[in-house]
C-alpha cells in the first residue's frame, strides 16, 4: 500500500494516499465473512448466513467499514514512518481530501496534529517582579468592625420612627394575586433587612417610611423569569404590617469576642485575631494581584518569547469557538449577513485566529511549566472544588458535578487549576515565600 507521510512541522503532518478499488474490495469480504458468523437474518441459522447475502443485505454499512479498514491501515503505517505515537496526537485525524475515483479508488489526505516540543529556556528570567502588599492598620480595623456588626444581635430601636434603608424591620406579610393568597406568600414576624435585595424587587423600597403598627399594601410585578412559572410575570398585592424595627449595634471589640471568632484558637485575644484578619487580607489582595495582573503578564510575556509550532486542527477548533461565541451577540441582520456572503465569515476567522493561536500557545506552555515545575492537580481535587463552589451557590454538588461532566467542562477546570497552582508557586519564589 503507498502513501505519502510528510511533517510539515513539529506539530503538524499531511498524509496523502490512493486506496485501490481491489484493497477495499477485499477488506468488504473480510468483513462481509466476519458479519455472517454473528448476524441472525429469518431464514437462515445464526452463523449460517450466506455472505452474498450479508452483502446485499448491508452493502451500505459493509462499503463503509471496508473503507474504515484500509484508511486506518494507511494512518497506523503512516504515523509509524513519521514516528509518532498514538500518545503524542492531538484530537482526531481529520480529512481534508476524501475523493471517490469512476474507477473505485479514493484518494484521501489526512491532517494530523500532535502534541509540539515546548522548549521554555529560562523561563523563571521572565518572572516579573512580584510586589509584597502590605495590609494597614485601617483595614483590619475596618474588617474588625464588620465582623463585629455581622455578629452582634438584632435589637429593638430605643425609640420609634419611620423605617430607614439598613433597618431590619419585623413584619407580617400575606401575597395575593388577582386576589387570591398564593402558597409561600406569608410570613409572620419576619426580620426583613432593608436594602439586602432579598425580596421581589421594589418591596423592600415601599417598606421605607412606614411606622410602627402601620398597614400597607405594597405591589410588585414578579420578575419574568422568578423561579415559580405560576407567578413569573405576574402583578402580586401584599397586605404588610409593621411591628418594629431593629439594629444590629456592634459587639464590643475584646478578648471575649476574640475567643468567639477563634473558638479553635486557643487563649486568642484580639492581637490574635488582628493577626489573622491581616493574614486572610494579604492572602486575599496578594491572590487578585497575581491573578489579575501577574499571571497575564507573565503569560503574555511567555506567548511573546517561547515559540514553536502549533497544531493546526487545535487552533482551528478555537477559533470556532470565537465564532459561534461572537455570533451568539450578533442581531439577526448581521447573522443574515454572513449567511449572504461567506467572505465575511472568512473575514471575521482572520481577525479571531491571532488571538486563537495566542490562546493555544498559552495552553501548551502551561502544560509544559507543570510539567517542569512536577504540578499536577487530581481529579479528586478538581471534584473537590465543583463541590465547594456548588455548596457556596446553594446548588448541589453532585448535580453540577454531573452537569460539568455531560458539558465536557473537566478537563478545561482541570487545566485552570493547574495553571493558577504553578504560576503561584513561581510568583512565590520569586517573592522569597
Do not use: W
Not at 473558638?263 to 491572590?287: D, F, R, W, Y
Not at 477548533?317 to 449572504?340: D, P, R, S, Y
Request: aromatic content about 6%; proline content about 3%.
Amino acid at each position: 500500500m503507498e502513501f505519502n507521510a510528510n511533517k510539515v512541522d513539529e506539530a503538524n503532518a499531511v498524509i496523502s494516499a490512493t486506496v485501490a478499488k481491489d484493497l477495499i474490495e477485499k477488506n468488504l469480504d473480510k468483513v462481509a465473512k466476519e458479519a455472517a458468523k454473528t448476524l441472525d437474518i429469518q431464514g437462515f441459522r445464526k452463523g449460517k448466513v450466506p455472505v452474498s447475502v450479508v452483502k446485499q443485505r448491508y452493502a451500505d454499512k459493509l462499503q463503509q467499514d471496508a473503507e474504515g479498514d484500509a484508511v486506518r491501515e494507511i494512518l497506523t503505517n503512516a504515523l509509524a514512518e513519521l514516528k509518532i505515537n498514538n500518545e503524542d496526537l492531538v484530537g482526531e485525524p481529520s480529512f481534508s481530501k476524501f475523493d471517490k475515483q469512476e474507477n473505485g479508488d479514493i484518494e484521501i489526505e489526512i491532517k494530523v496534529a500532535c502534541k509540539p516540543e515546548v522548549d521554555l529556556g529560562d523561563y523563571k528570567a521572565l518572572i516579573p517582579t512580584v510586589e509584597d502588599k502590605q495590609i494597614s492598620d485601617k483595614e483590619i480595623d475596618e474588617r474588625l468592625e464588620e465582623m463585629s456588626k455581622a455578629s452582634a444581635p438584632l435589637e429593638k430601636i430605643k425609640r420609634k420612627r419611620m423605617v430607614r434603608d439598613g433597618d431590619f424591620a419585623v413584619i407580617d406579610f400575606e401575597g395575593f394575586v388577582d386576589g387570591v393568597a398564593f402558597e409561600g406568600g406569608k410570613a409572620e414576624k419576619y426580620p426583613l433587612e432593608i436594602g439586602s435585595n432579598s425580596f421581589i424587587p421594589g418591596f423592600e423600597e415601599q417598606i421605607i417610611g412606614m411606622k410602627y403598627d402601620e398597614q400597607k399594601d405594597v405591589t410588585v410585578t414578579f420578575p419574568e423569569e422568578y423561579q415559580s412559572k405560576e407567578l413569573a410575570g405576574k402583578e402580586a398585592v401584599f397586605k404588610v404590617t409593621l411591628h418594629e424595627i431593629q439594629e444590629k449595634t456592634a459587639a464590643e471589640i475584646d478578648d471575649e469576642f476574640a475567643k468567639k471568632m477563634l473558638p479553635q484558637e486557643e487563649n486568642a485575644t484580639v492581637e490574635t485575631l488582628k493577626e489573622k484578619i491581616k493574614e486572610q487580607l494579604k492572602n486575599a489582595e496578594m491572590g487578585k494581584y497575581y491573578r489579575e495582573e501577574l499571571k497575564p503578564q507573565y503569560l503574555d510575556t511567555l506567548v511573546e518569547k517561547v515559540d514553536f509550532a502549533l497544531p493546526s486542527t487545535v487552533v482551528e477548533q478555537e477559533v470556532n469557538f470565537a465564532l459561534n461565541n461572537k455570533v451568539k451577540t450578533m442581531t439577526e441582520e448581521e447573522i443574515k449577513g454572513l449567511q449572504e456572503d461567506a467572505s465575511k465569515v472568512e473575514s471575521m476567522r482572520d481577525e479571531l485566529k491571532e488571538d486563537a493561536e495566542k490562546s493555544v500557545k498559552a495552553t501548551f506552555i502551561v502544560d509544559a511549566l507543570a510539567k517542569a515545575e512536577g504540578v499536577d492537580v487530581t481529579d479528586q481535587e478538581v471534584t473537590q472544588v465543583i463541590y465547594y463552589e456548588a455548596m457556596q451557590m446553594g446548588q448541589n454538588p453532585q448535580d453540577v458535578l454531573k452537569q460539568y461532566q455531560e458539558a465536557g467542562y473537566l478537563p478545561a477546570i482541570k487545566m485552570s487549576m493547574i495553571e493558577d497552582k504553578v504560576i503561584t508557586k513561581l510568583l512565590d519564589e520569586k517573592l522569597g515565600k
